[in-house]
């Protein structure tokens, strides 16, 4: 369990970021590194990258399963502030040929989390969830009471998103009951530099194989559309969100409300790369094998998040693509780490 020496520097609030060298995470650990805090970040570089953890300066970062970090190294410290709890495993595609370790991870990490933070001084904390939660409810537009409906336990493929409902009924239910004040976030397609397509999350596969000038490969007619909304937004959205104290044993949706098709991201990965890439069609048995469900559409309602915190996206959907870009060119010639993401398997 290495955890490095610097100590972290004396900032107004002491915050725990799981995750922290994931994609999401390392965006997030840069934001509080910058306003401040001091930040611990713990990591077992499962699918983050220990380059990413050396983006962000000052944060200390103790490598390490979550659990055995907060019964060891972490068990006799000081209360901390905040807790941002995003360390999991990420996305349909993994869970799919992970199954029993991914729920295992999910659901034990995130139940060990919330009793150490019952048992140090019960900080604000923000779990991490997804759009996955709502499972194939049918609609086009997903709101934060929707009713959540899955598939049968013997497909596979809806365990993540149960894992991670199972995730958001422990921390309502030790908010409710006054154990630890938590806020829920599901997180719809984020996107952004850092995020990698080893999972197969849709962006980053696309943004390689035009920059490559190979075929783009669009799983299933493509006429399915997603919200994609940049990282760099998004984690803002965490600290203003913990900071107030009425989002406290509250889900919120969190991402882009502007749909596009996966043909149309295609073409404008094309477009912004000046690419000579091809566009393929793959039915999705051939990717997943039969009888995989997709869905046609998801859309955040973020009515919720707008009344809470005025959320507005700065980001445009052809900049953070040439950004991607611009940052996949300059890992292939060695430059530092990368990390994963989510919505892997349904996005494209
Ligand atoms: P990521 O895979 O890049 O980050 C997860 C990080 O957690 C990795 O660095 C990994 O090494 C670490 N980790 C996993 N299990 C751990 C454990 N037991 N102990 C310590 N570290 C562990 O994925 P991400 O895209 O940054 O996702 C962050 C969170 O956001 C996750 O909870 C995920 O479910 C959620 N989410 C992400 C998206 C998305 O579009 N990226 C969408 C929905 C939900």
Redo the contacts with the bound molecule.
Sequence with gaps: MPENSQIPGGGARRVLV??G?????SHLCELLCARGDSVTV???????RRGNAGLYGHARFIES??SDALSGPLADEAPFDEVYH?????GVKLVMEHPAESIE?NVG?TAALLRYCEDHGRPRTLI?S??EVYGKPGTAVFSEEDDTVYGPTTATRWSYACS?AIDEYLALACSREGRVPCTIVR?F??VGPRQVGDYGMVLPTFVRASLAGEPIRVHGTGKQSRCFADVRDVVTALPRLLAETSSSGRVFNLGSDTPITILELARLVIEQTNSSSSIETVPYERVYGPGFEDLLQRRPDLSRLRDVIAYEPRHALADTVRDVAAWLSEEEHGAPGE?????RAVSA
């Design positions: 799981s995750g060298a994931g994609f999401i995470g713990v990591d077992d570089l499962s699918t983050g399963r979550l995003l360390a999991a495993a990420v991870n990490e991490a997804s759009s991670k997180f397609n984020t990390a994963g993401g989510d919505d």
